[in-house]
């Protein structure tokens, strides 16, 4: 099935519209030539105000530690975007609740299927981290520290939450040693797209 069918039909998901409280609006985005994945975590009360994925805080500090403008960032053929619950799950007692548990299981395989191999992958926060590598690591911040193992394919990153800042205050290799290989990474990614050469 063509990407831009399956993302329709991802769009227009209800299956956990009963635990909603702010209802169903799925934020993704992606085309058949997206050269990287973000997996996130789910979508903040900013963004489903919104209907753009990452339009926060939280989107302002992933498109910095990576080094992109906000136009590279929301264009497609770029950047594939599939948060671990596709909607705002609502708020808790200490921040928005945890995404749904019925998105990944119901989506994310059938449309990891669809798309072409990505040149990068970045598990960002602790949901996607435990899906996809949790087996690998004992910890996020294991699995970030070990980006020279991962790269150039995937990446592991925290959450960039400004709840974060306390784990970015004391982990400063972060900012000095991972962003800076990330963000390398994302630039030749971006420059090969623009040549239209592969980069797999």
Known sequence: MKISLLLKQARACRICEPHLPHGCKPLLQGADSSRILVIGQAPGAAAHESGVPWDDK????????????REEFYDPNLFALMPMGFCYPGTGT???????PECAPEWHQRLLDAYEPFALTLYTGRYAYERYIGDRYSTLTDAVRAHAQTLPKRMALPHPSPRNNLWLKRNPWFEAQV??????????????AERDVPLR
């Open 58 to 69: 939280s989107g302002d500090r992933l498109r910095d530690w990576l080094g992109v403008t």
């Open 94 to 100: 200490s921040g928005d609740l945890r995404p749904r």
């Open 179 to 192: 962003l800076p290989a990330v963000q390398r990474r994302v630039r030749r990614v971006i420059r090969s």
